[in-house]
């Protein structure tokens, strides 16, 4: 997982600076080619995660990390790995673990120690951090403050439901790769872990419950890859 969540930061830390995250996916994986298939659909689904709870995740760096980081592909991979620590459903080990051999790919004499104890200390304060980023309403939401008054102008009685809307975990989109296995063999496969779905075509089908990529059946054999998020990128 630590080479996605690399690949995650890289992209995240350019969307930080300004730039369009799709404009930054196209020309990562162009110059970046060795990047399978899997990972790169890891990557694609961390990326947008953390950039959708960027607020939230700059928060918690604020709040964990006393001094500004100079190393913006740090932060970035940090707010990659705070996102599968909140919103994702992979082990809160194995995300630390990863992230830290990712830090250490980024600069080898200190970040991976430094990203472990952050990682480590958000998750010993969750409970407590996640209280107090209520009180926060542009980090809560994860939107910029001008655009929670416009919702709350007008939407009254809606606003809170629309912008927590506006995060809501979307669907994943598999593709199935028909050189490895077939639909109805692949839906075995997700009826016999109780995993719901609908099918969209002859090779895709959509997962209509929020599960960590890594855990999906056949993904890390390459029977399926994950094409929300910009299958155009596929």
């Known amino acids: 997982m630590h080479q996605s ?5 890289d992209c995240v830390s350019e969307v930080i600076r300004g730039h369009n995250l799709n404009h930054v996916f196209e020309r990562h994986f162009d110059q970046h080619l060795h990047i399978t ?3 790169k659909s890891v990557a694609i689904f961390l990326a947008y995660g953390a950039i959708r709870f960027l607020g939230e ?35 809160d080990f194995t995300v630390v673990n990863e992230a830290v051999e990712a830090a250490k790919l980024i600069n080898k004499s200190w970040a991976g120690s430094f990203v472990n104890g952050v990682l480590r200390n958000f998750i010993r304060q969750k409970e407590k951090l996640q209280t107090e980023l209520k009180s926060h309403e542009e980090a809560f939401y994860s939107y910029p403050l001008w655009w929670i008054k416009l919702i709350k102008d007008h939407y009254h009685k809606d606003w809170e439901s629309i912008l927590l809307y506006g995060n809501k975990h979307p669907p994943l989109t598999l593709r199935i790769n028909i050189r490895k296995i077939n639909l109805k063999q692949y839906e075995e496969k997700l009826k016999s872990e ?16 929020p599960i960590a990529v890594e ?20």
């Open 57 to 91: 995740n700059q928060f918690f760096i604020r709040k964990l990390i006393n001094k500004k980081i100079t190393n913006k592909k740090i932060e970035a991979l940090l707010c990659v790995a705070l996102y599968q620590l909140n919103h994702d459903q992979s082990r």
């Open 5 to 9: 969540q690399l690949t995650a930061a």
């Open 37 to 39: 298939a899997q990972q």
């Open 215 to 234: 855990k999906i059946p056949g993904f890390i054999d390459g029977e399926v890859s994950v094409q929300d998020f910009g299958a155009q990128l596929a």
């Open 194 to 209: 109780a995993i719901p779905y609908r099918i969209l075509g002859d090779v895709a089908l959509e997962l209509t419950q």
